[in-house]
């Protein structure tokens, strides 16, 4: 059985950091991308980062250009999400996915549960 757990999440200030973990178990994911999805309240699930299987592409939401890197190490079977000068709009459930595909979309394969991120102003 397939898992994605993320890790990480927390509640910081404006101008903060925090560094997310999604960590795959229970298979291997030769070709799979992977990717962070985040939901805010009342809105719908959003598309943030993802990279592909050799880690040497990456795609960003505009939003968080220049402030959020992805990246992973197959090796762990982990892929990380290093977010600096956090704003209140990044507020949401962070979602970790991935799916046999050059990137994810919202029709991922696998989901984790998600964590939860809160940036106070």
């Known amino acids: 059985q397939v898992q994605l757990e993320e890790s990480g999440g927390g509640s910081v200030q404006a101008g903060g950091s925090l560094r997310l973990s999604c960590a795959a178990s229970g298979g291997t994911f030769p070709g799979y991308s992977m990717g962070w999805f985040r939901q805010a309240p009342g809105k719908e699930r959003e598309f943030v980062a993802g990279?592909?299987?050799?880690?040497?592409?990456?795609a960003y939401v505009a939003s968080v250009k220049g402030r959020f890197t992805i990246s992973r190490d197959n090796a762990k079977n982990t892929m990380y999400l290093q977010m600096n000068f956090l704003k209140p709009e990044d507020t949401a459930v962070y979602y970790c996915?991935?799916?046999?595909?050059?990137?994810?979309?919202?029709?991922?394969?696998?989901w984790g549960q998600g964590t939860q991120v809160t940036v106070s102003s």
């Open positions: 990279i592909t299987w050799s880690g040497r592409s990456t």
């Open positions: 996915a991935a799916e046999k595909t050059p990137m994810p979309t919202i029709t991922g394969d696998y």
